[in-house]
């Protein structure tokens, strides 16, 4: 299907409606056999190795518990180096680089503005020129948020939005895409300043959810903001979240704080606690 006309269809596309119904399927209890045969399938069509699984397929009660699944213990070591940047999720980089401005690219010849993403512009003030990395989670991947810097978890802001797609087809096509859709935001203060982990969702992610508050998104609520009195501290690779089905996390720093590794590129793999960068 070319790429115009899949953007059509989805156009045309009830995607909430379409992304409510895929997460309810996905959460709903089934004969073992029938659901643990789908993630099979699943994993099969998919590539994903199964080997890294926290516990065996038989474990997982709801194909969505798989999806949002843990890693076994020890299988991403984080980077100890505390100048060093790390991965918050296993993905690929879809863009990297600086901030022009107020404006990120999101794909040859097209930006997104930063006040759209974050809502505010006061908020947006703090990423002019700072260093931002978009980073794609394929269905393969495992799904959780970490911390990229440890640090403390100064709030969040849940963004409601709609649904559209972000493979390769709707980020090269769509306008402002990432600025549309649903997203959750966490602000940590770290060694180098304020951070952002914008994750945004997607056709057919259902939900997204933090670990370190009762926060879960796509429930119908209006959008809202929380700055907790007492920062909450975290480390480095410590969760932050999960996706129950997969999307794209941005990663925002503050102008002159974080050098991006030369090697990192559109298209190049990342793990989660793997170095992307340094503090300058």
């Not at 659901?35 to 190795?49: G, K």
């Not at 797609?165 to 096509?173: C, G, I």
């Amino acid at each position: 299907m070319r790429d115009e006309t899949f953007m059509q269809w989805m156009r045309l596309l009830p995607k909430a409606v379409l992304s409510s119904a895929v997460g309810a399927a996905t959460r709903a209890p089934a004969p073992a056999g029938l659901h643990h045969a789908a993630i099979r399938a699943f994993a099969q069509r998919y590539q994903v190795d199964l080997s890294e699984a926290e516990h065996p397929v038989e474990d997982y009660p709801t194909f969505s518990e798989f999806f949002s699944r843990r890693l076994k213990a020890g299988l991403r070591p984080v980077d100890p180096d505390p100048k060093a940047v790390v991965s918050p999720v296993d993905g690929a980089v879809s863009q990297i680089g600086t901030v022009d401005g107020e404006a990120c690219v999101q794909a040859k010849g097209i930006s997104f503005p930063l006040g759209r993403l974050l809502t505010t512009r006061p908020e947006a003030e703090g990423f002019r020129g700072g260093a931002f990395a978009t980073l794609y989670l394929s269905p393969r991947d495992y799904h959780r948020i970490h911390a990229p810097l440890s640090g403390e978890i100064l709030g969040y802001s849940y963004v409601p939005g709609e649904f559209w797609p972000v493979n390769r087809a709707s980020v090269r096509l769509k306008e402002a895409l990432f600025c549309l859709n649903e997203r959750l935001i966490t602000y940590l203060r770290t060694p180098a300043g304020i951070c952002a982990v914008v994750k945004v969702g997607a056709t057919c992610v259902s939900r997204i959810r933090a670990s370190y508050d009762e926060v879960l998104t796509h429930q119908g609520g209006p959008a809202r903001a929380k700055r907790y009195e007492k920062a909450l501290p975290v480390n480095k690779g410590d969760e932050l979240g999960a996706f129950e089905m997969g999307s794209t996390v941005i990663l925002l720093f503050e102008k002159g704080r974080v050098r991006w590794d030369a090697a990192l590129a559109p298209e190049s793999a990342v793990q989660v606690g793997r170095r992307m960068g340094e503090l300058t």
